[in-house]
């Protein structure tokens, strides 16, 4: 079968022929649909995050992935399925994180990624996988499917964020993204749609016309531009914020959004920069953190019942919305389209296959 | 009656004659028995937190107090109740916070603190208190009341940091105290005795012997010396902290916290530091904030429920603590020792009357 890897040595996808694989006893098969590309990927291919399995000089990449279940093999699952699956696995052995049902809490080390660290991805035409790691979705999501998975990355940041207000009476009404990629503009839809914020807005740095402003502003949010607000300088210009969600990876972002959380408020950190040393005024910082009662919480991947939410989310979000946002699928032919990384590109992915024509 | 002062230019209390206050309706009349010091009272003493209530050219200090009440005037209380006061009160005008019960979740501006902030304390011989403010404690607890808002505190902080874990399986084992004056070592003592981690630790930078390492050892913590480890060190050295709880006021400590937890850890941050520049690696900080799930809440303040949640946590801390932690109680003519600062001393009182003499 057709598979897209990284091979040891490139920083180009390649597409190299693979034998088919075979499910193993609680595992199923399942032909590929589309496969997603976001910026981890881009960070595996440039060398920047993640690792090949053990052993092997190539990585299927590809993490965020729809397909139909072709061989239940024996599951609870049934042929025809379609299904989205989770990205982490247990590194050789289980432990406890996998055994409770929340590898996203496992650290490093504990587990493999498929796609990115340690297993091969789903960018392939057929991939088998535990049945408890495939979440069934409706056939109506055959085709966005594979935005579940990043969906799934923000409801499990949500439901951390939330919890860390729960101890007391608290009624967020003023929301913002840092970052216009598709991550932040799915958030943001997000906060329109699902969350209920009455004010959203959203940091980007580009000049108009841009379709990632166009889509912040059909989404009835307002576009701040970083090169004229610093993110310490919202509350002045605009408004403190009760939530900020951060997915740029600036970590001067992650650490100013102290300053531009209303008293009470939380900040999602998701972004995962490299080292970098700068300045900041810790003191005023720390004070205003304790004296404000603000929060903090770092969220990373999701677990099943994160991916189930997405799909509900997803249900509700609106038709214009993906296709604004997705702005290319594309076939194995056109691999490299389906990597560019430009200013028109939002959302891609790479199919394999359709529901309708299987 | 008297009441200890600071008048406008001093920076050393005082005592002087005041009238006898006389409660409004729905306030009842208390008679001081004890007001404890911390390190809040130093900052207002040395001007460098707090201010005078409008208009006034002295503040009565003191915010940790026990007391009796000798006019319910019309209350819900009764005479001969030992009450302890909370310590927001409504800046004139009433707000959202306070009409919800928690005035701790108030921004600044939208509260006066008693004994701090825009209102005189309770260092006098008698005090009133609107009703709701006053939580009733055990008889029992006349000596020691002193210590309910303290432990307050700590109970406020600690609920914010565990709702931030709310949302997965989580099983603390390690926790951390960040400071050992009286307030980190009320909370070294919950970890023990109430909180029930495995393994406690406290930091400070002191020599042996010093009264407050035998505490930390007498608890079955282990002291760590900051100037020997590093708070980013503490994982290298020790291990790294489920929860760490930061009491220092050092802002250094607040961002060296992130390196210093545990993967899906939490550190509580209560210090109120002033503005201070200094250089962290953010990039890295960022990093390890996301990729581990991590969580920073800053906590202030407390509310009623918090105070009676400190009751019962008094009530099973073990006595030996107390005779230790309390270095000294002492009456107006030995005004100056309760104020003491040095490394003899950890934590006093004022004491205006006792609940046997009343």
């Given amino acids: 079968m057709d598979a897209v890897v990284l091979r040891e040595g490139e920083q180009t996808p390649t597409v190299v022929e693979k034998p088919k694989p075979e499910p193993e006893p609680g595992e199923a098969l399942v032909e590929t649909l ?46 025809g399925d379609v299904v989205v699956p989770t990205v982490r696995r247990t590194p050789g052995e289980s432990n406890e994180f996998f055994e409770r049902g929340e590898p996203d809490m496992a650290p490093s080390g504990q587990y493999w990624e498929r796609g990115i660290e340690g297993a091969h991805g789903f960018m392939a035409e057929y991939f088998t996988s535990p049945a408890d790691c495939l979440v069934t979705v409706p056939a109506a999501m055959a085709d966005l499917g ?63 016309p841009d379709p990632t402003i166009d889509i912040i502003e059909e989404l009835g949010a307002t576009y701040v531009d970083s090169r004229q607000t610093a993110v310490a300088d919202v509350p002045d210009t605009h408004e403190g914020m009760d939530v900020i969600y951060e997915a740029t990876g600036y970590a001067k972002h992650a650490f100013e959004t102290i300053r ?22 810790g003191g005023a ?19 099943v019942e994160h991916f189930e939410a997405a799909v509900e989310t997803l249900e509700t979000l609106p038709e214009w919305l993906f296709d604004d946002l997705v702005t290319g699928v594309y076939g194995l032919g056109e691999l490299d389209r389906a990597f560019d990384d430009d200013d028109t590109t939002i959302k891609t992915a790479v199919e394999f296959s359709t529901y309708e024509e299987r």
Same sequence: chains 1, 2.
């Fill in 260 to 281: 531009a959380l209303e008293p009470n408020g939380v900040g999602a950190l998701l972004g995962v920069p490299d080292s970098w040393e700068f300045e900041i005024d």
């Fill in 146 to 208: 594979f935005l579940v998975e990043p969906v799934s990355i923000t409801e499990k940041a949500l439901e951390l964020a939330y919890a860390s207000r729960s101890a007391f009476d608290w009624n967020p009404e003023s929301a913002m993204v840092l970052g216009n990629g598709s991550l932040g503009l799915l958030t943001l839809a997000m906060f329109e749609h699902t969350e209920g914020f009455d004010r959203t807005y959203c940091l980007g740095r580009r000049d108009r």
């Fill in 285 to 303: 910082l720390h004070n205003e953190f304790v004296l404000h009662n603000k929060a903090l919480v770092g969220s990373v991947n999701s677990r």
């Fill in 34 to 79: 589309r496969v997603g590309v976001d910026g981890t990927d881009h960070e595996v291919i440039n060398g920047l995050h993640g690792g090949f399995p053990d052993g092997e000089d190539h990585l299927v990449l590809g993490h965020e992935a729809v397909g139909v279940v072709v061989d239940p093999n024996g599951t609870d699952l049934t042929d």
